[in-house]
């Protein structure tokens, strides 16, 4: 199952509603997620200054916020594989034990290229 988002308008709802005094489980039927979703929305991204007030924008800038600064993983393609292998054998071999990088690390990690 795969995890999605809460959208502006999401967030702008879950205000709303929350003005209005509904409960958590009914914004969550009427946005379409579950209750425990909402509850974390708020409390991650409440204004922790005064009433602790669950204002959308502001929870909007924290989302944009998190999302610019979470890491970015690479896959690992064929043109990596590529320039390591000829990083690889263009060391010098006197520090492997006159072995080919390549080979030494087919040993060490028990591996093909």
């Given at each position: 199952?795969?995890?999605?988002?809460?959208?502006?308008?999401?967030?702008?709802?879950?205000?709303?509603?929350?003005?209005?005094?509904?409960?958590?489980?009914?914004?969550?039927?009427?946005?379409?997620?579950?209750?425990?979703?909402?509850?974390?929305?708020?409390?991650?991204?409440?204004?922790?200054?005064?009433?602790?007030?669950?204002?959308?924008?502001?929870?909007?800038?924290?989302?944009?916020?998190?999302?610019?600064?979470?890491?970015?993983?690479?896959?690992?393609t064929d043109e990596m594989l590529a320039e390591i292998e000829?990083?690889?054998?263009?060391?010098?071999?006197?520090?492997?034990?006159?072995?080919?990088?390549?080979?030494?690390?087919?040993?060490?990690?028990?591996?093909?290229?």
């Amino acid at each position: 199952m795969g995890y999605k988002h809460l959208t502006m308008e999401q967030r702008y709802t879950i205000e709303a509603l929350l003005q209005t005094q509904m409960s958590l489980r009914e914004i969550g039927e009427v946005i379409g997620v579950s209750t425990g979703t909402v509850r974390r929305e708020i409390l991650r991204n409440c204004d922790m200054r005064g009433f602790h007030r669950y204002r959308w924008q502001l929870a909007q800038k924290k989302y944009e916020r998190r999302m610019k600064t979470r890491r970015h993983y690479l896959k690992f393609t064929d043109e990596m594989l590529a320039e390591i292998e000829w990083k690889l054998n263009h060391r010098p071999r006197k520090s492997l034990g006159y072995r080919t990088p390549l080979e030494y690390c087919k040993q060490l990690f028990k591996f093909d290229f």
